[in-house]
T-cell receptor, first 113, second 115 residues
């Protein structure tokens, strides 16, 4: 019940395309949904996060869409660039505790020039 | 530069060796974490230290032993590891373990290979 299922495992798009990464969860008590971005040789870094009281959040070219009834959330990258090529992890948090953060298995995104 | 520094970046060890991974954070945070990252798997939380209290993941084998001498330094002592322990070990910190969920600051990791 603590799992977060992430898909696809890998994704290749052309520059300017809109890659979409999806995550699903079971535990309705989750109340915080961050996305992390990890470049090769680096640690993950927080990209954007959403709480379940809103259905969408935008930060620059990155948008999180949240569907509470379906227990799903997704990351959209508008006008993707080769520099966006990285591994993206979704996560779900419980009760405001970093100890209770459950990560997805990651999506390796490649944006072709 | 995330403010979390891990050494060594790469480590190769035999199954009978004893080694340690080191993490230092310069962010003034009160909680530090060890995560294990294996290919195509979710990040796995191994240990949490907050205000010098340790919280363990009970599924972590005893061949991994953490040490947190102060709020800025964290070690992971390794002994008699198995080849399946080969992975990227990430250290992270946060301002407080009970708030700021998701606001983890990660180091660049220590790539461990067990022969």
């Amino acid at each position: 019940q603590q799992q977060v299922k992430q898909s696809p495992q890998s994704l290749i798009v052309q520059k300017g395309g809109i890659p979409i990464i999806n995550c699903a969860y079971e535990n309705t008590a989750f109340d915080y949904f961050p996305w992390y971005q990890q470049f090769p040789g680096k640690g993950p870094a927080l990209l954007i996060a959403i709480r379940p009281d809103v259905s969408e959040k935008k930060e620059g070219r990155f948008t999180i869409s949240f569907n509470k009834s379906a227990k799903q959330f997704s990351l959209h990258i508008m006008d993707s660039q080769p520099g966006d090529s990285a591994t993206y992890f979704c996560a779900a948090g419980l009760g405001g505790s970093a100890r209770q953060l459950t990560f997805g298995s990651g999506t390796q995104l490649t944006v072709l020039p | 530069e995330t403010g979390v520094t891990q050494t060594p970046r790469h480590l190769v060890m035999g199954m009978t060796n004893k080694k340690s991974l080191k993490c230092e954070q310069h962010l003034g945070h009160n909680a530090m974490y060890w995560y294990k990252q294996s290919a195509k798997k979710p990040l796995e939380l191994m240990f949490v230290y907050s205000l010098e209290e340790r919280v363990e993941n009970n599924s972590v084998p005893s061949r991994f032993s953490p040490e947190c001498p102060n709020s800025s330094h964290l070690f992971l002592h390794l002994h008699t590891l198995q080849p399946e322990d080969s992975a990227l070990y990430l250290c992270a910190s946060s301002q407080h373990p009970q708030v700021s969920a998701g606001e983890l600051f990660f180091g660049e990791g220590s790539r461990l290979t067990v022969l």
